[in-house]
């Protein structure tokens, strides 16, 4: 029997290629809903192909250019902007991949918890704002949460078959991004062109620049701590080019396990669709002689300093990762427009996180409202 889904953020990147994994797969996936947040157009073409019940966009004039390119007869059309979360919780879906870029994200992925759905987690920032609170809820509500980042997904493979308990630390890689060899003086000329150019991976426009900071690192850091309940200090940052070893985990007699693969999204996002089994995907074998060799090195906090406001946002605790997750949409939107210098992104994430009080962390709508104080502070400190 075909599992019926709903992908949230079905236009970018993630959606996109989730969408070419039911394409290769007819029969076992039924596309239940679709839900993006302002290209109609493309949400429009993926309706026609895949013939979701029913479509979302968080945009409601977007939503109203869908309905006129939908026309009499199409999938029922959800509200906007409350439709995504709808989307979320109806009884029709059995897994929700939630793949909606930053803060946005999280209260369909909340929604989805709460309907106690297998989901599907490409929106890291969800467990970034509100880790503690999802997790716990997802416990009560016998929700399974599967990470789709390729460094989580990893780290959820190679602790299959083992006890917790024995776990020494979780060893996240990182590609070190496209401008890992740039000179340290040459990083405030970087264009948003160059951060864009991401050897390895192929992602969308806010995670590759935060690949380029390193900045996603530590927001992995952070959802790595609420996803695996494991300790921060027991989480290590590696540096690996060649984005072959996706992560790795240690175990107390010095044993590591790590999971190997290709350079290719679909891999991880078909492994959480199709959980506990795999699905064959067309992709090139992984030829590790013709590799020749893996290189692993330290991060450098100096050049890229924004990974280690990760951790010092977690010792803070509460709403600082919030406050720090949506500073950083801001100081990328920022770069991304021209109007702040590539270093600039985390020295302004790093005044906001000095600046913010943090809270005791309690609902959904409080870690939103940190979030948005970090992004108005980050954006006010650019216009200054």
């Known amino acids: 029997m075909a599992k019926r889904i709903a992908i949230l953020g079905s236009t970018g990147s993630i959606g996109v290629q989730a969408l070419d994994v039911v394409s290769r797969h007819p029969g076992r996936f039924e596309v239940v809903g679709l839900a993006a947040g302002k290209n109609a157009a493309r949400l429009a073409e993926q309706v026609a192909r895949h013939r979701p019940r029913f479509v979302a966009m968080a945009d409601p004039a977007a939503a109203r250019e869908l309905q006129g390119l939908l026309g009499p007869g199409g999938p029922e059309l959800l509200p906007a902007p409350e439709g995504v979360a709808l989307m979320a919780s109806l009884p029709e879906v059995e897994f929700v991949l939630a793949a909606i870029a930053g803060g946005a994200g999280l209260r369909s992925t909340a929604a989805a918890v709460e309907a106690g759905k297998t989901v599907g987690l490409a929106n890291k920032e969800s467990l970034v704002l ?3 609170l999802l997790m716990r809820r997802a416990a009560e509500r016998h929700s399974q949460i599967l990470p789709v980042d390729s460094e989580h997904s990893a780290i959820f493979q190679s602790l299959l078959g083992h ?7 979780l060893l996240l890689t990182a590609s070190g991004g496209p401008l890992r060899a740039v000179p340290a003086e040459q990083l405030p000329a970087v264009t948003p062109a160059q951060a864009l150019k991401h050897p390895n991976w192929s992602m969308g426009d806010k995670i590759t620049i935060d690949s380029a900071t390193l900045m996603n690192k530590g927001l992995e850091v952070i959802e790595a701590r609420w996803l695996f309940d494991i300790e921060p200090r027991r989480i290590d940052i590696i540096v690996h080019p060649e984005s072959v070893v996706h992560s790795m985990v240690e175990y107390l007699d010095g044993s590591v396990v790590a999971q190997l693969g290709v350079s290719d999204m679909r891999g991880p996002i078909s492994y959480a669709m199709a959980w506990p089994e795999r699905l064959a995907l067309d992709l090139p074998p992984l030829d590790l002689s013709r590799l020749g060799a893996l290189t692993f090195q330290p991060p450098d906090p100096v050049r890229f300093p924004a990974f280690t406001l990760a951790y010092r946002a977690l010792e803070m ?19 991304l427009a021209g109007r702040c210098p590539f270093p600039r992104i985390a020295s302004l994430c790093e005044e906001v996180l000095e600046a913010h009080v943090a809270e005791p962390l309690r609902s959904v709508g409080q870690a939103l409202e940190a979030s948005d104080w970090g992004k ?6 650019v216009m200054g």
């Open 317 to 335: 605790g509460g709403t600082a990762p919030a406050a720090l997750s949506g500073a950083d949409e801001a100081a990328v939107e920022a770069f």
């Open 376 to 381: 108005q502070q980050a954006a006010r400190r």
């Open 163 to 169: 006890n917790r308990a024995e776990v020494r630390r």
């Open 130 to 132: 509100a880790g503690e």
